[in-house]
């Protein structure tokens, strides 16, 4: 049921503002001191300054939540001990963890909320993305459709996406590097996710979940892909479970066999590619997590503060809250991960139980977070699409707790629309 029309009014206000700029990690608006605020950023300030308006006086504060700062605290203090490095970034990871709590406060959100909201930011955010390509005399739609003919993998992000992201610096600087496709990926993944949840509210979530897939599956960011593929079986499962014509499920999970029979030798090469690609990448982080090792059991107690590994930050926020601030810090953040996990399995087996659009959304969205966090740059902190991701989930949660349960019969389960008290 919805809410006051005020409230909503507020919520899509602020689901919209965030979800048109999440990703947006290449545009620089302002400078202040040595830190760079980029779109992203002042998204997220925004958020946290509407939070007087549905916050107060009753905050929600989860207890993953209440870890994070825990967290975050730990390692201000062992920054400051070790030397203060490290600081500018983690002064941004509070500021996208608040935002993130700041979304969890929205009230009385429905899956209405949610697909109008997406409807409005998707096209916001395409443009952006548009424009910069545009600024940087880049052709997206010829660039991918030029890399899924050649597979040339290194043209396509270093001449099409790596000039893209930095087309608001001075010609011929390169200040944002490739990797930053991940944090593009991961917000075509949160409008995925939430498009599938509200796949019943008409055509504009339809249009976004099958554009998004798409251009995952084009970007090929391994955080988003894997997390895309897992859900894309839960919900494939579900559908045929629940569908009331079981001949025509079977009918098109067969066509879409077919298809991919048809396609599976371009499939393969394609998948090749993007697996060989990524080869560097995960021999990088091989490399961070047995000097991380090496790194806890020089200094268990007390860690040695902000630290790179072959000049890269630790890839996975638990050993690197443990190289930084000891163990006892890299226990909080385990039982923050350990959460994460436990939501995503309680929540994608009610999934499977009952089909509730929340289900589908918290198992997804709590998925990329919890993916962020075990191989997310930055020392895998929240931040970007993955904080996002993990306030939208926990707002989701929320609203449905608060939600009068649903009457179900005997004879009928639950259909995706339904809403399945938390």
């Keep these: 049921m919805a809410g006051p029309p005020r409230v909503t009014r507020i919520s899509t206000i602020v689901l919209s503002v965030q979800l048109a700029c999440v990703g947006l990690s290449w545009i620089p608006l302002l400078q202040l001191g040595g830190t760079r605020l980029e779109v992203s950023n002042l998204a997220s300030l925004f958020v946290i300054a509407t939070m007087p308006f549905y916050a107060l006086p009753h905050l929600r504060m989860p207890p993953v939540f209440a870890l994070l700062y825990l967290s975050f605290f730990g390692l201000f203090a062992a920054f400051a001990f070790h030397g203060g490095e490290g600081i500018s970034r983690l002064i941004m ?73 930095n087309a608001y610096v001075p010609s ?122 090496d ?23 638990l050993l690197f809250a443990t190289v930084s601030g000891g163990i006892f810090l890299g226990l909080v953040v385990l039982a923050v991960m350990l959460i994460v996990s436990w939501t995503v399995i309680k929540s994608g087996w009610r999934y499977l139980r009952f089909g509730g659009w929340e289900d589908l959304a918290i198992t997804g969205l709590m998925l990329y977070f919890l993916v962020r966090l075990g191989a997310g740059g930055a020392g895998g902190m929240p931040a970007g699409p993955g904080a996002v991701a993990l306030g939208l989930a926990c707002m989701i949660a929320a609203n449905r707790g608060a939600a009068p349960a649903p009457q179900r019969s005997r004879n009928r389960p639950l259909r995706p629309a339904d809403s399945i008290p938390g």
Excluded at 142 to 149: F, N
Excluded at 188 to 193: G, K, M, S, T
Excluded at 295 to 317: C, E
Aim: hydrophobic share 55%; net charge neutral; proline share 2%.
């Design 93 to 165: 990871t509070v500021v996208a963890t608040t935002a993130a709590l700041a979304l969890t406060n929205l009230r009385d959100v429905s899956q209405a909320t949610i697909a109008r909201a997406i409807v409005i930011a998707y096209p916001v955010f395409w443009f952006f993305f548009w424009l910069s390509a545009r600024l940087a005399g880049q052709d997206l739609l010829s660039g991918a459709l030029d890399y899924l003919q050649t597979l040339n993998r290194s043209v396509f992000v270093f001449q099409v996406l790596r000039p893209t992201f």
């Design 172 to 293: 011929g600087d390169v200040t944002y590097v490739a990797s930053t496709v991940n944090g593009l990926s991961g917000a075509f993944f949160v409008f995925f996710v939430l498009g599938l949840a509200c796949w019943d509210q008409g055509r504009g979530p339809k249009v976004v979940c099958a554009t998004a897939f798409v251009t995952i599956f084009v970007l090929f960011s391994t955080s988003s892909v894997l997390p895309t593929a897992l859900i894309c079986v839960l919900a494939a499962i579900v559908w045929i479970r629940h569908a009331r014509s079981k001949i025509g499920s079977i009918l098109v999970i067969g066509g879409f066999a077919v298809l991919l029979v048809m396609l599976s030798g371009d499939l393969l090469a394609y998948l090749a590619v993007n697996v060989a690609s990524d080869e560097s990448s995960r021999a990088a982080r091989v490399s961070q997590y047995l000097g991380s090792i």
């Design 295 to 317: 790194l806890i059991d020089a200094s268990l107690g007390f860690g040695h503060g902000y630290l790179s590994i072959d000049g890269h930050n630790i890839h996975n926020f």
